[in-house]
């Protein structure tokens, strides 16, 4: 087959582009081997049904009845449940989102202008709001009127007091019928701003309505400049890659923790999750003022991935489908069917229309495989873990693989709803290599699509009752009833309706319900409600903390948060969350104690911070909350330091890191003077090392290094402390966490006491935890002696990969080790070609003219000639036989630093384990030119600090105060904002130039077998 491919030399020249490998290769393998059968996975479970119900209502006359039963009849649905067609095309079309008002009319987003033309051609307009109406109460759709037409790529729709929001870059609309005619009269722009400068795909989309009253957005990995043109005399919000909310009455916009792309649930408990391609399931948990509390907080993360992610998202199709992944059982060990390339539209089921073990649970669309797949969440700590409830099937998967599942939503009658984008090919033309675009099909199935209502094989729909009235008001007692409803969507609905008329005579009955013994998923909807009327008073929130259980404990502490003033009485309700039993009730206590930061409550954190010091979440709560308290909480963990054990190090360790970045340096003085003389236990090792890293960021920074020695007259003491220091880092017996901060702590003694000791540590015969720690210690001493070690032939020859990329980019960072290794270099210790390309190139453009003199000498050999040239000579690897048992050794060499396949590797570039669906020649095309294009989560950036440190690596989380970078060895560096002097972003990939250097042509050969499954 590989043989026929390589004759079209057209196709074969195609871009290997990391956003969705294993989709764009079978597109073109299953075009250009005229459509030869791609091996798949079928289950044959006996415990799968075909449905029986496929298109059974009198409505559906269509001409095309006959493909849209058999669309039906390919579906393979979890057992014990039923799905039924409840809106066709012509009726429906290219269904991205819909919604439902109270009345059960359906409002859907059609994109059928998708896919947006490619960049610089005007943008289609065949984007419509269509309105269906079930006009004889069958569960079936049979009226459709155009409520909005004109439209770009409408992605997203929610319903708001009678009209909708909808969301289509770079607007946000609302649209509303006022005349009943079916018609929207009402067109509003009431945001503007958002980015639709990328494709269709990656836009700002589900508008969804949380308890605290405002409209969550996901970013769509894009940013903007949003504004309301109500709105003039406020200043655009700008934002990048981050998700917002929109309050619906006043129109103000506010970034928010996650960066989602096209998938945004909340459960029933406000506990919000997002989803982007390569990741199903992230909770959001925390946001952006949360960590702003405290400005010397490096901690800049917001999302934890629940789910599997990436190489270990494991999707089981059983459609031929030309995106399902190669089967490759001699690689992996076991069946490999694929992973998750387009994960959307995600929900978490909160009904019991299905059956009450679904209650909680995710579900996940993946529209490229055809399939939605459910996963359990379980608590972990503040946050949450999921797991796939069906070993190797999913919860619902079709043979047809024009079945493009885009989205999920509760529906009436506690059943869940499904968006068919029916197409041919789901993906964009611009993640399509632009020679073989023409040779696919992105118009089959324009005007297409379904909307699915799936139920209990036992339900009934007509014969369910509806608690909203189609034609009359909803009175007040049908909202509280609603309220304590087992359906979802009942419970949202009427928490909606409230929320917009906000009637006052209505706040008595939801006191009586939060008091009550209903439901705990309405209780919590009462609640928020109650606080929008600003109806909780002190002794009703204190009276519902002490009577409910975590879930609703969790909404009176997050209520609680939002104060910036805690009186007595609320404070009463955190005291006691301090000590709950429930880990997230404790998270969420100390996050709000971050909101009213006195003293009094220090106390409380250092129970919370005890206790929880192992989860990250955790700290990080603690330590927004100490705002001008860390010296005071450190004293009263002093109190209690005997009891420490290894897993609370960390928090040690991130304490001394606030409190020497932001005290004045007299107060930091005397803590290191009085770490230095005291008993050496674990907590003050982890604690002058905190100390001494802040030290270095501080408000209060000295020039030059803050060694120990300029803390301490106690030169005996000092001495001792040198040698506990080295011996407990090179004790195989301590714990590795406590061995990593001793490494750490030895490149704060001035330079000449411990680079012997370091030299030892960067052994192979240490941990490679222990050898990264060594070297980057070795760096921080910043002199001579370590840039001769690490550069000494023998330690050389002995690196890893891995840490010898960690030693260059230790000695690139800083004059003297750069010095060092350009001396190696001259003296033929350090060949030129172990220096990655990109490494050669900035060097090569160095402000500093003697540096850039001596690297032009050194790599203008290997930099002269273009890449695209070395890749032509090399295409003749193709012809020689690779060897995949070699390729696996070569891989681990030259690419497991960064990249994961086959189980195994790093998560620094692109999972590559969709990559044995690539043609070969697009294979060796990225290894040989990795900047041929470059994703943009995958850019290098180099950040330079005030004191002329150099930092390369994509950008792994960010906040107003801080970034963090993930370097090419694998570590994050997270930097202040405030330290940084410049960034320099050349769109480059972290990926060097070069590899090629290190192997022969059989090697490459064999590395090409490896990833091809040869």
Not at 8 to 21: D, T
Not at 234 to 243: E, I, L, M, T, Y
Request: proline fraction near 5%; charged fraction near 20%; include cysteine.
């Amino acid at each position: 087959m590989y043989r026929e491919l390589k004759k079209n030399h057209k196709l074969l020249n195609i871009i290997l582009f990391p956003r969705n490998w294993s989709i764009l290769s079978w597109l073109l393998l299953f075009i250009a081997c005229n459509q030869e059968k791609v091996p798949v996975a079928t289950d044959t479970s006996p415990e799968f049904k075909t449905q029986a119900n496929f298109v059974n209502s009198p409505a559906y006359t269509y001409k095309d009845s006959a493909e849209l039963k058999t669309s039906m009849a390919a579906f393979q649905l979890e057992p014990g449940l039923q799905i039924d067609l409840i809106a066709a095309d012509p009726l429906v079309a290219d269904p991205s989102a819909f919604t439902f008002d109270e009345k059960g009319v359906l409002y859907v987003a059609e994109n059928t202008g998708y896919p947006d033309p490619m960049d610089g051609k005007k943008p289609d307009t065949l984007g419509k709001i269509s309105r269906l109406i079930d006009s004889d109460g069958d569960g079936k759709y049979d009226q459709r009127t155009v409520f909005v037409e004109g439209l770009t790529y409408p992605n997203g729709i929610m319903a708001w007091k009678g009209g909708v929001f909808v969301t289509c870059a770079p607007h946000i609309y609302y649209f509303k019928d006022t005349d009943g005619d079916g018609l929207a009269d009402i067109k509003e722009i009431v945001l503007t701003g958002f980015n639709a400068n990328r494709t269709a795909q990656i836009r700002t989309s589900h508008p969804t309505l949380a308890l605290d009253g405002w409209i969550y957005v996901t970013s769509g990995l894009n940013g903007g400049e949003v504004y309301s043109p109500a709105h003039p005399e406020r200043k655009p919000v700008s934002f990048n890659g981050a998700d917002g909310r929109f309050h619906p009455e006043t129109l103000e916009f506010q970034t928010r923790g996650g960066k989602s792309q096209f998938g945004l649930a909340f459960d029933a408990f406000g506990r919000r999750f997002g989803s982007s391609n390569r990741h199903p399931l992230q909770h959001i948990v925390m946001e952006p003022d949360q960590l702003n509390n405290n400005p010397n907080l490096l901690f800049n993360k917001t999302i934890e991935n629940v789910s599997p992610a990436e190489a270990e998202g494991y999707v089981y199709p059983i459609s031929k489908s030309v995106t399902t992944a190669e089967y490759i059982p001699k690689l992996m060990g076991k069946s490999h069917q694929g992973t998750f390339t387009s994960a959307c539209g995600t929900l978490i089921y909160e009904s019991e229309g299905l059956d009450i073990s679904h209650k909680g649970d995710a579900f996940i669309c993946e529209p490229a495989q055809n399939l939605v797949q459910r996963q359990s969440i379980k608590n972990n700590g503040a946050t949450f873990i999921s797991e796939r409830v069906h070993e190797d099937w999913e919860f619902l998967a079709s043979s047809d693989s024009w079945f493009n599942p885009v989205f999920l939503a509760h529906g009436p009658k506690g059943a869940m709803y499904l968006a068919d984008m029916y197409r041919k090919v789901i993906d964009h033309p611009s993640y399509v290599p632009e020679e073989t675009r023409g040779a696919l099909d992105f118009v089959s199935g324009k005007g297409k699509g379904k909307i699915y209502r799936i139920s209990n094989e036992d339900a009934q729909y007509t014969q369910v009752e509806s608690l909203f009235p189609k034609t009359s008001k909803v009175e007040n007692k049908t909202l509280i009833a609603a309220l304590s409803s087992t359906d979802e969507w009942e419970r949202s609905t009427a928490f909606r309706l409230i929320l917009e008329k906000l009637p006052l005579d209505i706040v008595n009955s939801l006191k009586e319900l939060v008091l009550s013994n209903t439901i705990d998923e309405g209780k919590a909807k009462a609640i928020w409600l109650l606080h929008h009327f600003d109806a909780l008073d002190e002794k009703l929130l204190t009276t519902i903390y002490n009577e409910n259980g975590p879930e609703v404990k969790e909404q009176v502490i997050t209520i609680i948060g939002l104060k910036k003033n805690i009186s007595s009485e609320l404070a009463e309700n955190l005291i006691k969350g301090a000590t709950a039993t429930n880990p997230r009730v404790r998270f969420l206590t100390a996050a709000a104690f971050g909101s009213d930061t006195k003293s009094q409550w220090l106390p409380y954190l250092a129970k919370i911070a005890q206790q929880d010091a192992a989860d990250p979440w955790v700290r990080a709560a603690v330590m927004t909350a100490l705002n001008g308290h860390e010296s005071k909480f450190l004293k009263i963990l002093e109190a209690e330091k005997t009891a420490v054990n290894y897993h609370q190090l960390p928090m040690w360790s991130e304490l001394g890191e606030l409190i020497g970045s932001s005290v004045h340096p007299q107060e930091l003085k005397a803590l290191i003077d009085a770490g230095i003389n005291s008993e050496w236990d674990n907590p003050t090792f982890s604690l002058l090392l905190g100390l001494l890293k802040g030290s270095e960021r501080g408000q209060h920074k000295v020039k030059g290094k803050n060694y120990l020695d300029s803390y301490t007259r106690s030169k005996d003491q000092l001495q001792a402390l040198i040698q506990e220091t080295a011996d407990r880092a090179s004790s195989s017996e301590d714990s590795l966490t406590s061995r990593i901060q001793a490494t750490a702590l030895l490149s704060y003694f001035s330079p000449g006491n411990t680079e012997a000791t370091l030299k030892g540590l960067i052994s192979p015969n240490n941990p490679p935890e222990i050898q990264l720690a060594a070297i980057q210690s070795l760096g921080n001493l910043n002199s001579a002696e370590a840039g001769e070690i690490l550069t000494e032939p023998t330690a050389w020859k002995a690196y890893t990969p891995k840490t010898k990329g960690a030693v260059i980019a230790i000695l690139v960072s800083r004059p003297i080790l750069r010095d060092q290794l350009l001396k190696s270099i001259e003296n033929e210790k350090i060949k030129p070609a172990e220096i990655p390309s990109s490494t050669r190139q900035s060097l090569m453009k160095a402000r500093d003219e003697k540096v850039k003199m001596r690297a032009e000498n050194l790599f203008k050999e290997l930099e002269s000639e273009g890449r695209m040239k070395v890749y032509e000579d090399l295409k003749s690897v193709l012809d020689l036989e690779g060897i995949a048992d070699n390729g696996q050794g070569i891989f681990r060499t030259n690419c497991a630093t960064c990249h994961a396949f086959a189980g195994e590797g790093g998560n620094v570039g692109p999972d590559l384990s969709g990559i044995s669906n690539q043609p070969s020649l697009a294979v060796l095309l990225h290894t040989i030119v990795p900047n041929y294009e470059v994703y943009p989560g995958f850019q290098a950036i180099t950040v330079t600090t005030n004191e002329g440190k150099q930092i390369t690596g994509r950008i792994a989380a960010e906040s107003s105060n801080s970034l963090s970078l993930k370097t090419a060895y694998g570590t994050e560096e997270n930097i202040l904002r405030t330290q940084i002097k410049n960034i320099d972003n050349p769109g480059l990939s972290l990926m060097p130039n070069g590899l090629e250097q290190n192997m022969s042509k059989q090697e490459l050969a064999d590395l090409l077998a490896y990833l091809k499954g040869n």
